[in-house]
């Protein structure tokens, strides 16, 4: 089945220490997001993909960066992470209409 | 600019009685709407989508959900509440063609009492 896949589901990571998430899809979507989700909160849009051309949100923080080599993979980088920044990370893609999103089973970050 | 905006964050309702979940959007154009389903520490599955074909969609599990343009509203509805019904919901609108983003609305969480 085509999908959305997200690693590791669970990480946990240490004040200030660099972590890295992973997404990859085989669904051959040109467009892929991140978003982080707090606890009963909606996701918030991180930054997103469509092919190459990386778009960022004017109000994620600079500790937070991605990188996509390819179409399948997308990674999102967190320099140093800070306590405020534990939360679950959502990855999802959509094609070039205006169709779904399909989303990752999420990465749930705690930073001890 | 485009904005979701869900009625009620929380909802309860008791097992097999009907679910009215509310959404009002605004959109400058006729917009794409979505509803997802999130159950606890995992990701959000697509319930069903309106994309300017049939006004009334039917989804997945027994969910439908109406477009009214007159009201702008896309509420979800189900007529019968199963405890595995419970979950947060959210409403969706897509964010004009060209920038692939989408407008969340904030969630109702659904809690079914036995």
């Known amino acids: 089945d085509a999908m959305v896949i997200q690693n590791p589901r669970y990480q946990v990571t240490q004040f200030g220490k660099p972590v890295t998430l992973s997404c990859s899809q085989t669904?051959?979507?040109?467009?892929m997001y991140w978003y982080q989700q707090k606890s009963s909160q909606a996701p918030k849009l991180l930054f997103h993909y469509y092919d190459k051309d990386f778009n960022n949100e004017a109000d994620t923080p600079d500790n937070f960066q991605s990188r996509r080599p390819n179409t399948s993979f997308c990674f999102l980088d967190i320099r140093s992470p800070g306590l405020g920044d534990a939360a679950m990370y959502l990855c999802?893609?959509?094609?070039?209409?205006?169709?779904?999103?399909?989303f990752g089973p999420g990465t749930r970050l705690t930073v001890l | 600019a485009q904005s979701v905006t869900q009625l009620d964050s929380h909802v309860s309702v008791s097992e097999g009685t009907p679910v009215l979940l509310r959404c009002n959007y605004s959109?400058?154009?006729?917009?794409?709407l979505f509803w997802y389903v999130q159950h606890p520490n995992k990701g959000l599955q697509l319930l069903l989508k309106?994309?300017?074909?049939?006004?009334l969609v039917k989804g997945i599990n027994g969910f439908e959900a109406e477009f009214k343009k007159s009201e702008t509203s896309f509420h979800l509805t189900k007529p019968s509440a199963h405890m595995s019904d419970a979950a947060e919901y959210f409403c969706?609108?897509?964010?004009?063609?060209?920038?692939?983003?989408?407008?969340f609305g904030t969630g109702t969480r659904l809690k079914v009492l036995a």
């Open positions: 999802a893609t959509s094609g070039t209409s205006v169709g779904e999103q399909f």
């Open positions: 959109s400058s154009y006729s917009p794409s």
């Open positions: 669904l051959n979507h040109n467009v």
């Open positions: 969706v609108v897509s964010d004009p063609a060209g920038t692939y983003k989408y407008i």
């Open positions: 309106y994309t300017s074909a049939a006004t």
